[in-house]
């Protein structure tokens, strides 16, 4: 019973959300690349990314989304990182989108661990299948190396 107050709200958004009525809304799946700087305390280098994704709309202006990436620190000795997430987000002007966004990612080097990455961006459509994007993400590292930072830029399409 000490947790009715916590469930109680849960159950009320979950039952509203399923029986609300779902507008008419093109769920998108998109690919999209990306380049940008990834620094910590020791360098900075640039990095480039492909992402495949697919958003679903929870209603006229919320979404979550997954998707799959794979970027490359572009210096010596580092592989390419796979990496799969989720997002989710709103549609905050017309053709906008900021979202938050959460992802675990392989190693880059032969030494290194599996990281996680959280990350925040926006999205801007360019016309109807084009859109742009800003994007920062933290990456945790751990294993006693010194977290990330990337900030990128890309264009991606809509299906």
């Given at each position: 019973?000490?947790?009715?107050?916590?469930?109680?709200?849960v159950?009320?958004?979950s039952?509203?959300?399923?029986a609300?009525p779902?507008?008419?809304l093109a769920?998108?799946t998109?690919?999209?690349?990306?380049?940008?700087?990834?620094?910590?305390?020791?360098?900075?280098?640039?990095?480039?990314?492909?992402?495949?994704?697919?958003?679903?709309?929870?209603?006229?202006?919320?979404?979550?989304?997954g998707?799959?990436f794979?970027?490359k620190?572009?210096?010596n000795?580092?592989?390419v990182?796979?990496?799969?997430?989720?997002?989710?987000?709103?549609?905050?002007?017309?053709?906008?989108?900021l979202?938050?966004a959460?992802?675990?990612?392989?190693?880059?080097?032969?030494?290194?661990?599996?990281?996680?990455?959280?990350s925040?961006?926006?999205?801007?459509d360019?016309n109807?299948?084009?859109y742009a994007k800003?994007?920062?993400k933290?990456?945790?590292?751990g294993?006693g190396?010194?977290d990330?930072?990337?900030?990128?830029?890309?264009?991606?399409?809509?299906?």
């Amino acid at each position: 019973m000490r947790n009715l107050p916590i469930l109680l709200p849960v159950a009320l958004v979950s039952a509203a959300a399923i029986a609300a009525p779902a507008p008419a809304l093109a769920d998108e799946t998109y690919v999209e690349g990306t380049g940008g700087v990834i620094w910590n305390h020791e360098e900075a280098n640039a990095v480039a990314a492909v992402t495949l994704g697919h958003d679903i709309d929870l209603s006229e202006r919320l979404f979550v989304g997954g998707e799959g990436f794979a970027e490359k620190v572009l210096a010596n000795d580092t592989r390419v990182v796979w990496g799969i997430g989720g997002r989710a987000g709103a549609r905050v002007l017309p053709g906008a989108k900021l979202y938050a966004a959460a992802n675990w990612q392989s190693k880059d080097c032969r030494e290194c661990g599996d990281a996680v990455g959280l990350s925040a961006g926006w999205e801007q459509d360019l016309n109807e299948k084009v859109y742009a994007k800003l994007e920062y993400k933290h990456v945790l590292i751990g294993n006693g190396e010194p977290d990330s930072d990337i900030v990128a830029v890309g264009m991606g399409t809509k299906f």
